[in-house]
């Protein structure tokens, strides 16, 4: 039993189902991202927990309360929104502590709980203002300040930086991090931004189509995906996904993928178990960032291969340089340090990471396991 519990959930509307069979636990104290693409049913979903939508089968509970059919204000639940939907003729200060006053707290408690609130957030100084005398950004920290002041079970977020310029996302996102770090409250939050996913959570689950393709901790999904949506979806740029065909050589496993001239180069596998595929077409699954020269080589990995091959581009971006080749018949990039020596035309020798590529089958598009 989790904290809070999404057991085969479903949503359809009308004939339509948009969410199948959704299994998810979370802890106490967890910061579980739902993400994925446009129309994949992350909002359905969260607001599914809300009680903002009904369930169509299945369960929903918290701390061990079946939460069908329960009205929202009695879930303890609180939720942000991306519009900030705040009340536009209440102070801020009215806004942050209106729900409280809807429960009837005394007004000295509800004084304290705001200005605690309003402390944390650092807004004390708008309190007395109206939303439409306010910045994005400072509205997003009322509508933040509004769910706080509650002390919900729950935090429910649903995409709530994504009307906010780069600059400011970016610090928002360090200071929802630092919120839960100091309050430690179970969240759940939406996004279609991998790296905001990745970098708030403490679980993940990757959606697409209505199905959850992958849960996991950051790190198992952006090194173990679950299929190539996953593998492709996470980080940026994406993984190179390009045809390979697995041969043996000297007993082991290794990719042989095609490279600029239609010469073969063998890249040998960290795992064992892909000897069942010998002879057979995969996929293989590269990172950008596991593909450097030589000097640039994790020294912690004990599998890297070289190969040498012509560069197409190359783009310095600050502190990387990206540069893309042919590689399987696909435009390949590697990320590579600002100082590699790399020109247009060249042949280069690059090393590549091997214990973290990972293969796919090419006709289910799932990871092929140990
Ligand atoms: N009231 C509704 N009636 C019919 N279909 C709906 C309704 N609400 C949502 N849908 C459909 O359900 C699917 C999931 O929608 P949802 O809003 O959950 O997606 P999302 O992942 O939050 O997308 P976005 O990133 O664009 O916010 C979509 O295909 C959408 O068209
Ligand atoms: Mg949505």
Same mark, same amino acid.
């Given at each position: 039993?989790?904290?809070?519990?999404?057991?085969?959930?479903?949503?359809? /509307?009308?004939?339509? $189902?948009?969410?199948?069979?959704?299994?998810?636990?979370?802890? $106490?104290?967890?910061?579980?991202?739902?993400?994925?693409?446009?129309?994949?049913?992350?909002?359905?979903?969260?607001?599914?927990?809300?009680?903002?939508?009904?369930?169509?089968?299945?369960?929903? &509970?918290?701390?061990?309360?079946?939460?069908?059919?329960?009205?929202?204000?009695?879930?303890?639940?609180?939720?942000?929104?991306?519009? /900030?939907?705040?009340?536009?003729?209440?102070?801020?200060?009215?806004?942050?502590?209106?729900?409280?006053?809807?429960?009837?707290?005394?007004?000295?408690? &509800?004084?304290?709980?705001?200005?605690?609130?309003?402390?944390?957030?650092?807004?004390?100084?708008?309190?007395?203002?109206?939303?439409?005398?306010?910045?994005?950004?400072?509205?997003?920290?009322?509508?933040?300040?509004?769910?706080?002041?509650? $002390?919900?079970?729950?935090?429910?977020?649903?995409?709530?930086?994504?009307?906010?310029?780069?600059?400011?996302?970016?610090?928002?996102?360090?200071?929802?991090?630092?919120?839960?770090?100091?309050?430690?409250?179970?969240?759940? /939050?939406?996004?279609?931004?991998?790296?905001?996913?990745?970098?708030?959570?403490?679980?993940?689950?990757?959606?697409?189509?209505?199905?959850?393709?992958?849960?996991?901790?950051?790190?198992?999904? /952006?090194?173990?995906?679950?299929?190539?949506?996953?593998?492709?979806?996470?980080?940026? @740029?994406?993984?190179?996904?390009?045809?390979?065909?697995?041969?043996?050589?000297?007993? &082991?496993?290794?990719?042989?993928?095609?490279?600029?001239?239609?010469?073969?180069?063998?890249?040998?596998?960290?795992?064992?178990?892909?000897?069942?595929?010998?002879?057979?077409?995969?996929?293989?699954?590269?990172?950008?960032?596991?593909?450097?020269?030589?000097?640039?080589?994790?020294?912690?990995?004990?599998?890297?291969?070289?190969?040498?091959? &012509?560069?197409?581009?190359?783009?310095?971006?600050?502190?990387?340089?990206?540069?893309?080749?042919?590689?399987?018949?696909?435009?390949?990039?590697?990320?590579?340090?600002?100082?590699?020596?790399?020109?247009?035309?060249?042949?280069?020798?690059?090393?590549?990471?091997?214990?973290?590529?990972?293969?796919?089958? @090419? $006709?289910?598009?799932?990871?092929?396991?140990?």
């Amino acid at each position: 039993m989790g904290f809070l519990d999404i057991d085969n959930a479903t949503k359809s /509307y009308g004939s339509v $189902e948009v969410l199948h069979k959704v299994d998810i636990s979370v802890q $106490e104290g967890e910061f579980l991202v739902l993400v994925g693409p446009s129309g994949c049913g992350k909002s359905t979903l969260l607001n599914m927990i809300a009680g903002l939508e009904e369930i169509t089968s299945g369960e929903i &509970r918290i701390k061990d309360q079946v939460m069908n059919g329960v009205h929202p204000s009695n879930r303890n639940i609180a939720m942000v929104f991306q519009s /900030y939907a705040l009340y536009p003729n209440m102070t801020v200060g009215q806004n942050i502590t209106f729900g409280l006053e809807m429960h009837g707290v005394p007004k000295p408690e &509800r004084e304290k709980a705001m200005a605690e609130v309003a402390k944390l957030l650092q807004i004390e100084q708008l309190l007395d203002r109206k939303p439409g005398q306010l910045s994005g950004g400072q509205r997003q920290r009322v509508a933040m300040g509004r769910a706080l002041v509650r $002390e919900p079970d729950v935090f429910l977020f649903d995409e709530p930086l994504s009307n906010l310029d780069a600059k400011l996302r970016v610090d928002m996102r360090t200071e929802i991090k630092k919120l839960h770090q100091n309050l430690g409250t179970t969240i759940v /939050y939406v996004t279609h931004d991998q790296i905001e996913a990745m970098t708030l959570s403490s679980r993940i689950a990757v959606m697409n189509g209505g199905y959850v393709q992958q849960l996991g901790t950051p790190q198992e999904i /952006y090194d173990t995906p679950a299929n190539i949506f996953v593998a492709t979806f996470m980080g940026s @740029p994406a993984m190179n996904v390009l045809p390979a065909k697995v041969v043996m050589l000297n007993g &082991r496993p290794h990719a042989e993928v095609a490279l600029f001239d239609g010469s073969m180069a063998q890249l040998p596998f960290s795992q064992d178990n892909l000897s069942h595929w010998d002879g057979r077409d995969i996929l293989l699954g590269i990172r950008p960032e596991t593909i450097t020269d030589m000097d640039g080589a994790d020294r912690k990995s004990s599998n890297i291969a070289t190969m040498t091959n &012509r560069i197409v581009v190359t783009e310095p971006a600050g502190s990387d340089t990206f540069v893309s080749m042919q590689l399987g018949g696909r435009d390949v990039i590697a990320r590579m340090r600002s100082d590699a020596e790399v020109a247009p035309g060249q042949d280069f020798t690059f090393a590549v990471n091997m214990e973290k590529a990972v293969a796919f089958d @090419p $006709e289910t598009e799932n990871r092929i396991q140990g």
